[in-house]
């Protein structure tokens, strides 16, 4: 069937090449005869329900028609969101990207269909499409740019998140974008916003900023929280952040504990456990709070061992071992934490290895490390690989070798320089324990590694 210039010219055209009436058509496809014989005569514009029975009854696949209906929306019918969104929205589902595009740029030439808009890309996030709704959170943006509006802000908020992946220098580019915007969100938004900005500056390992960003949730959610349970005026009808209050108060004592963690300063992040386990301070008595007070406190336990053996305690290892082998998410975060400390002090670890095997980062998909945030994992994946490498190299098991390329290839991935850095140091080290064919391996993620930054830095230079 050749192309032309409506649906209602592509039905007709096949219907004449089958011989068809339009009654014989309305059976197949399941439309009004009625209905279909306004349709094709022009009298009566095609809805989203009538294209996907029209569509089948052609035999033709589910986006046969979807540039033409764009048309439809907007040429050949008065344009109304009862047929927008949900076109929109399979569109979504079917990765029609051109056609929101086309949708977006049309309506934004009537800046009043800017707050339908942003509610439909907020029902696109909400259910998982954020390919699309960030096309529409960035023309909402666009138009909205010299604004000092919250739904402006929530765009940006909206966006960070969806940029949010492998790429640390995308990241931190995602995260300092963001950051200025966060002020203008409600108050309950802030404090989510605020925790997913910590969680992609500590996957960043820029400790300063998790820290600086931690004192900001404490103060915004203790202020919050005295709002609403210890004032008269707090407003029942207040839009409720996502989580308990409690939590964030607890969470940025636990937030800033591991900045000082980070930092060396183990007895201020043992306070701040302290700090994060305390439920004396929290007035709500409900289920979820109680549930969020156990949590924390099985955290801080956890922590408290953390700190005590990388501080240099190892008659601490085995408890802390017996503890986290009950809690299977936490597994593979503390092998790494306990793989560092045995670097560090030079201690033997090898039960520990053999104990938890199945747990290992390079035998495991880090779809299986448990409910930490991924950006981290994968961060924290890569560290572990060159830390159990030195491990393996210090003890003389040449295996160590294949841990480095391994690291080596997911520092690349994510880019991120300092951990390259510490394999090509490593490698360099124990080059004399590489076979030819390791040695062969290495200089090709070099290569690669080179290559991918003079790229880079090429597309730069072309942009500017």
Same mark, same amino acid.
């Given at each position: 069937?050749?192309?032309?210039?409506?649906?209602?010219?592509?039905?007709?055209?096949?219907?004449?090449?089958?011989?068809?009436?339009?009654?014989?058509?309305?059976?197949?496809?399941?439309?009004?005869?009625?209905?279909?014989?306004?349709?094709?005569?022009?009298?009566?514009?095609?809805?989203?329900?009538?294209?996907?029975?029209?569509?089948?009854?052609?035999?033709?696949?589910?986006?046969?028609?979807?540039?033409?209906?764009?048309?439809?929306?907007f040429?050949?019918?008065?344009?109304?969101?009862?047929?927008?969104?949900?076109?929109?929205?399979?569109?979504?589902e079917?990765?029609?990207?051109?056609?929101?595009?086309?949708?977006?740029?049309?309506?934004?030439?009537?800046?009043?269909?800017?707050?339908?808009?942003?509610?439909?890309?907020?029902?696109?996030?909400?259910?998982?499409?954020?390919?699309?709704?960030?096309?529409?959170?960035?023309?909402?943006?666009?138009?909205?740019?010299?604004?000092?509006?919250?739904?402006?802000?929530?765009?940006?908020?909206?966006?960070?998140?969806?940029?949010?992946?492998?790429?640390?220098?995308?990241?931190?580019?995602?995260?300092?974008?963001?950051?200025?915007?966060?002020?203008?969100?409600?108050?309950? *938004?802030?404090?989510?916003?605020?925790?997913?900005?910590?969680?992609?500056?500590?996957?960043?390992?820029?400790?300063?900023?998790?820290? =600086?960003?931690?004192?900001?949730?404490?103060?915004?959610?203790?202020?919050?929280?005295?709002? =609403?349970?210890?004032?008269?005026?707090? /407003?029942?009808?207040?839009?409720?952040?996502?989580?308990?209050?409690?939590?964030?108060?607890?969470?940025?004592?636990?937030?800033?504990?591991?900045?000082?963690v980070?930092?060396?300063?183990?007895?201020?992040?043992?306070?701040?456990?302290?700090?994060?386990? *305390?439920?004396?301070?929290?007035?709500?008595?409900?289920?979820?709070?109680?549930?969020?007070?156990?949590?924390?406190?099985?955290?801080?336990?956890?922590n408290k061992?953390?700190i005590?053996?990388?501080?240099?305690?190892?008659?601490?290892?085995?408890?802390?071992?017996?503890?986290?082998?009950?809690?299977?998410?936490?597994?593979?975060?503390?092998?790494?934490?306990?793989?560092?400390?045995?670097?560090?002090?030079?201690?033997?670890?090898?039960h520990?290895?053999?104990?938890?095997?199945?747990?290992?980062?390079?035998?495991?998909?880090?779809?299986?490390?448990?409910?930490?945030?991924?950006?981290?994992?994968?961060?924290?994946y890569?560290?572990f690989?060159?830390?159990?490498?030195?491990?393996?190299?210090?003890?003389?098991?040449?295996?160590?070798? =294949?841990?480095?390329?391994?690291?080596?290839?997911?520092?690349?991935?994510?880019?991120?320089?300092?951990?390259?850095?510490?394999?090509?140091?490593?490698?360099?080290?124990?080059?004399?324990?590489?076979?030819?064919?390791?040695?062969?391996?290495?200089?090709? =993620?070099?290569?690669?590694?080179?290559?991918?930054?003079?790229?880079?830095?090429? /597309?730069?230079?072309?942009?500017?």
């Amino acid at each position: 069937m050749e192309a032309t210039a409506t649906i209602r010219d592509q039905l007709a055209s096949y219907l004449s090449e089958q011989g068809m009436s339009i009654n014989q058509f309305a059976d197949r496809s399941g439309i009004n005869s009625g209905t279909l014989s306004r349709i094709v005569k022009g009298h009566q514009p095609i809805a989203m329900s009538h294209l996907e029975l029209i569509t089948k009854g052609i035999g033709e696949v589910e986006d046969r028609f979807f540039s033409l209906y764009v048309d439809e929306c907007f040429y050949h019918s008065a344009p109304t969101w009862r047929r927008l969104r949900p076109f929109m929205i399979r569109c979504a589902e079917l990765g029609r990207m051109d056609c929101i595009e086309r949708m977006v740029q049309i309506l934004l030439d009537n800046l009043s269909n800017v707050p339908t808009l942003f509610d439909v890309a907020e029902g696109l996030f909400e259910h998982g499409q954020w390919k699309a709704a960030a096309i529409l959170y960035e023309n909402v943006s666009a138009s909205e740019k010299y604004q000092y509006s919250e739904r402006l802000a929530v765009c940006q908020y909206r966006l960070f998140r969806i940029a949010l992946g492998d790429d640390q220098s995308e990241n931190l580019r995602a995260a300092t974008l963001f950051e200025p915007y966060v002020p203008r969100l409600d108050e309950a *938004d802030q404090l989510d916003a605020l925790r997913h900005l910590m969680i992609a500056y500590y996957s960043l390992r820029h400790w300063h900023k998790v820290d =600086q960003l931690a004192q900001e949730l404490l103060r915004l959610a203790k202020i919050q929280y005295d709002l =609403q349970y210890r004032s008269e005026r707090g /407003n029942a009808n207040k839009k409720r952040s996502v989580k308990p209050l409690c939590y964030y108060i607890l969470y940025a004592y636990l937030m800033r504990s591991g900045a000082c963690v980070e930092w060396g300063d183990y007895n201020s992040a043992l306070k701040l456990v302290d700090l994060s386990m *305390d439920g004396l301070c929290i007035q709500e008595e409900n289920e979820e709070v109680q549930q969020v007070l156990a949590q924390f406190k099985e955290w801080g336990k956890a922590n408290k061992y953390l700190i005590r053996m990388l501080e240099g305690q190892q008659d601490v290892i085995m408890e802390y071992v017996e503890y986290i082998s009950t809690q299977p998410s936490e597994i593979f975060m503390a092998v790494y934490r306990i793989i560092q400390s045995a670097n560090r002090y030079n201690w033997d670890v090898d039960h520990v290895l053999e104990r938890f095997s199945d747990y290992v980062a390079y035998r495991t998909d880090l779809n299986d490390f448990g409910t930490h945030n991924q950006q981290v994992i994968t961060d924290q994946y890569t560290r572990f690989l060159v830390e159990l490498a030195a491990y393996y190299l210090h003890n003389r098991r040449k295996e160590g070798i =294949q841990l480095i390329l391994l690291s080596l290839e997911s520092a690349a991935k994510i880019n991120c320089e300092s951990i390259m850095m510490k394999c090509v140091d490593l490698f360099e080290r124990y080059r004399h324990e590489a076979s030819e064919e390791e040695k062969c391996q290495y200089q090709f =993620q070099i290569r690669r590694v080179q290559d991918a930054n003079e790229k880079k830095t090429f /597309n730069v230079v072309s942009f500017v």
